[in-house]
């Protein structure tokens, strides 16, 4: 599967942005979505995750309350809004899949960048 992340850009302090991952193939409802974020000089972190049929998220702890991820199957298509942003949230985000049962992720997009001023 071939991911696309699109979306970023620059915002203030308190802004909102919404990420979206476009997927190619036949499969994509077949795969676990996650997002990851790399900051400069930092190492890439986990940010959040949903299931093949949207049935379960989970967020790291410092996203949670003001990021939330959906999936669009019939558009193959996962989002993450992401509102009450902090500075701290700057950084390149990620899409990534994964087979269900399988720990690691095995494809991943381009990445996207978002900037948060203060």
């Known amino acids: 599967v071939q991911l696309q992340a699109s979306g970023g850009g620059l915002v203030q302090a308190g802004g909102s942005l919404r990420l979206s991952c476009a997927a190619s193939?036949?499969?994509?409802?077949?795969?676990?979505m996650g997002w990851f974020r790399q900051a400069p000089g930092k190492d890439r972190e986990f940010v959040a995750s949903?299931?093949?049929?949207?049935?379960?998220?989970d967020y790291a702890d410092s996203v949670k309350g003001r990021f939330t991820t959906s999936r669009d199957n019939a558009k193959n298509t996962v989002y993450l809004q992401m509102n009450s942003l902090k500075p701290e949230d700057t950084a390149v985000y990620y899409c990534?899949?994964?087979?269900?049962?399988?720990?690691?992720?095995?494809?991943w997009g381009q990445g996207t960048q978002v900037t948060v001023s203060s």
């Open positions: 949903i299931t093949r049929g949207a049935g379960r998220t």
């Open positions: 193939g036949h499969t994509f409802s077949t795969y676990v």
């Open positions: 990534a899949a994964r087979s269900s049962g399988v720990i690691t992720y095995d494809y």
